[in-house]
């Protein structure tokens, strides 16, 4: 069974920090992308990062650039997402998904196959 589980999330103050997970299992973790995503309250979801496992190349969105750092560890199937400096604008239900195809940018996320359930993040001013 495929699953992957975010946690991390919470509450913090604007110019704090959080380190999101993404624990994996069930599918071959080192042949897929990864991406980590968002959604606000009456927003649409929007990519925030991804990182092919394959050869490491990794994607930001202009909005959380030199922000945000994303990183995964092989033998503990699990990928991270470093918040700092963060915002109120940040503020989100925050999800990880998995897609085999290689990751070319930083998307939507309709080309992701398996999610997972989501933490929320809440950036208080």
């Known amino acids: 069974e495929v699953q992957l589980v975010e946690s991390g999330g919470g509450l913090v103050q604007a110019g704090g920090s959080l380190r999101l997970s993404c624990v994996t299992s069930?599918?071959?973790?080192?042949?897929?992308?990864i991406g980590w995503f968002r959604q606000a309250p009456g927003k649409e979801r929007e990519g925030v990062s991804c990182?092919?496992?394959?050869?490491?190349?990794?994607y930001y969105a202009d909005s959380v650039k030199g922000r945000f750092t994303i990183s995964s560890d092989n033998a503990k199937n699990t990928v991270y997402l470093q918040m700092d400096t963060l915002k109120p604008m940040d503020t989100a239900v925050y999800y990880c998904?998995?897609?085999?195809?290689?990751?070319?940018?930083?998307?939507?996320?309709?080309?992701?196959?398996?999610w997972g359930q989501g933490t929320q993040v809440t950036v208080s001013s």
């Open positions: 069930g599918f071959a973790f080192e042949s897929y992308a």
């Open positions: 990182i092919n496992r394959r050869d490491g190349s990794t």
């Open positions: 998904a998995a897609s085999i195809y290689p990751a070319l940018g930083v998307t939507t996320g309709q080309e992701y196959d398996y």
